[in-house]
């Protein structure tokens, strides 16, 4: 029978194969002086990402996420995520470890191989918070322990990230109060620090005038048709282009010098254009399935002696796939109302689609595991068939639902 981690994988290899597809689609140019042949794309360094992906997939379905819970000392996870994302968003500004494209100083060079620490920074505190979650238990309910202290953790990682990808920031801050709120803490916790945030979203546009260009942007996209507009109305342009059923495959008008970022940021609107509006719809019913598997595998539960049922998985795997849907499907939609002139302009790829090796690799990691969730939750609805008891620490007196009313997650033992 076909599972939600099977759908998860099939998904991930599917918007992979697309990825590869419409990257090469969109590099084509006017200037480019070598021909785009099978053998061509087989041998590209977006294949060779892609192929890097799915080891990475496979990586993530062998790691033992329910231990990571009993961590503590130098081995924290939220102690090494802020750590490494720290450093990695201060290395890009070290001459000679820094590389700036297109203005933007968010990238690290350490002789060939190139990296994004802000993607590193998404995915590695997603899995901090979920660890911190598990040990503080009940005391997630309570204003500090539960909210200030992880999100002034948080805070110091984005506004590193926001200097350069405000966007990025902003998706991190907002998995980060999701998995809070689902891990116990208070909704009002969440709405005393809205206005904070609020205010800290506006400095932040306020001493990059472009940013608030780009916001103003939205609400008349042709007030700077050569300027802050620009992006905006050649994405429109490419997306109106395509019609019902697209110009057909690498038959992109747009691409040719007009639509910037078009194998990055803009790529949904090249697929838009060359596929029309029945690709475009296929490509959101993709993450719309992924993130129902990634659903199915967060609320999965087993039964339980009287009829009543628990949930299968331990706390901090629940909470650490929650992170990982949150981040992909938030990205993904971020993404798609930038494309489509609902959203000021910002550097959100298309997850697993948009050219990023960095990126692919990264969430097809995270993906893998929560596929590995759903192996073990395949494996104790086996063992409770045969009415033997789990041992990966997803026993009935060690699961409460993540939010529920008992007070968050509860606090494992040491080891």
Sequence with gaps: ??????????????????????????????????????????????????????????????????????????????????????????????????????GASRWVSLGPLTFQPSELAKWLMPIGLAWYIVRAGERMQRFVPGFLLPMTIVGAVALGIAGEDLGTAVLVTAVAVIMLL????????????????????????????????????VLDPYSDPQGSCYHIIQS???????????????????????????????????????????GAVAVLLLYAGLAWCIVQVVTSRLSAPGGESRPALDPMSRVLALGVGATVGLQAVINVVVVTGMAPTKGI?????????????????????????????????????????PTDGSSPDTIHLVGSASGGLPEPAEP
């Excluded at 997850?351 to 990691?365: Q, Y």
């Design 349 to 389: 790829a298309l997850p697993l689609i948009s050219r990023g090796g960095t990126g692919w690799m990264m969430t097809a990691l995270c993906l893998g595991m929560v596929i590995a969730m759903d192996r073990r939750v395949a494996r104790s609805e086996a063992l409770a068939a045969d009415g033997a008891t």
């Design 236 to 278: 429109m342009g490419a997306i109106s282009g395509g019609g019902v059923v697209g110009r057909g495959l690498g038959n992109s008008v747009q691409k040719f010098g007009y639509l910037p970022e078009g194998t990055t940021d803009f790529i949904y609107s090249i697929i838009c254009e060359e596929m029309g509006l029945l």
């Design 182 to 217: 689902a891990g116990g803490a208070r909704v009002w916790n969440a709405a005393v620090f809205l206005p904070v945030g609020a205010i800290g979203f506006a400095m932040l546009v306020a001493i990059s005038p472009y940013r608030l260009k780009r916001i103003l942007s």
């Design 1 to 102: 029978m076909l599972r939600a981690g099977h759908g998860i994988a099939l998904l991930t290899l599917t918007l992979l194969l697309i990825g590869v597809v419409f990257v090469n689609s969109a590099e084509v140019t006017v200037a480019r002086d070598t021909r785009t042949t099978l053998s061509a794309v087989l041998l590209d360094r977006h294949t060779i990402f892609a192929i890097a992906s799915l080891g990475c997939l496979l990586l993530g379905m062998v790691l033992p996420i329910e231990r990571i819970a009993s961590w503590s000392g130098w081995r924290s996870p939220l102690v090494w995520a802020t750590g490494l994302s720290l450093i990695g968003l201060l290395a890009v500004h070290v001459p000679g470890l820094g590389k700036e494209v297109n």
